[in-house]
């Protein structure tokens, strides 16, 4: 199962900034937290990801709590491109090597 | 720097059949792993390659199985079709395999009738 909780859908007006949260209050010390999002019928996308600290890069910016129990992923000036289902997801390290586990994740509408 | 390349796009077979997916990972990634999305389960994990060795699998029968070239190319099969099996399956490519960000290709939909 996933170690996530997303809200299932949001609205950003385009332009403007859009911030979605994500709930993993079971992470565990080692544990990544990455955001991939999805545009119909296509491959994820990774976006970004992080342990501890805050992390930007030419696509978003990922801030995590202290308790690292929950996270937001802020896309700065959202487009109409951006319209995706965003996943949340805890990278789960295994004994040997590793498996993404995606929920639902949120569908994000970006509207003009 | 080319992506990750799946093939075939778009697969029809027959219920019963057999079928073989491919995928050719980034230049330089050796971790190839697979997943199956459908509208009712979402997006599942299939099992993971690194180094021509399978290092993890998940919850799925035996009927699917993979394996993992020298080149790091893989392939995926899948034995006696079920309508359910009916699918978007992608492949993503890592360069490692201890949290490194996985790359995906672009999927082969599956259509079992």
């Known amino acids: 199962d996933a170690k996530t909780t997303q809200p299932p859908s949001m609205d950003c007006a385009e332009g403007r900034a859009a911030n979605l949260p994500c709930n993993h209050s079971t992470i565990s010390g080692n544990e990544y937290v990455y955001w991939y999002r999805q545009i119909h019928s296509q491959g994820p996308q990774y976006i970004i990801h992080?342990?501890?600290n805050n992390e930007t890069n030419e696509m978003a910016s990922l801030i995590i709590t202290e308790d690292r129990k929950s996270s937001t992923l802020i896309l700065p000036h959202a487009t109409l491109r951006d319209t995706a289902v965003y996943y949340c997801?805890?990278?789960?390290?295994?004994?040997?090597?590793?498996?993404?586990?995606f929920g639902a994740g949120t569908i994000l509408r970006v509207k003009s | 720097k080319a992506g990750v390349t799946q093939t075939p796009r778009y697969l029809i077979k027959t219920r019963g059949q057999q079928v073989t997916l491919s995928c050719s990972p980034i230049s330089g990634h050796r971790s190839v792993s697979w997943y199956q999305q459908t509208p009712g389960q979402g997006l599942q994990f299939l099992f993971e390659?690194?180094?021509?060795?399978?290092?993890n699998k998940g919850n799925f029968p035996g009927r699917f199985s993979g394996r993992q070239f020298s080149n790091s190319r893989s392939e995926m099969n899948v034995s006696t079709l079920e309508l359910g099996d009916s699918a978007l399956y992608l492949c993503a490519s890592s360069q490692g395999w201890e949290n490194t960000e996985a790359f995906f290709g672009q999927g082969t939909r599956l259509t079992v009738v």
């Open positions: 997801i805890v990278r789960v390290a295994e004994e040997y090597g590793n498996k993404l586990v």
């Open positions: 390659y690194f180094s021509e060795t399978q290092r």
């Open positions: 992080g342990l501890k």
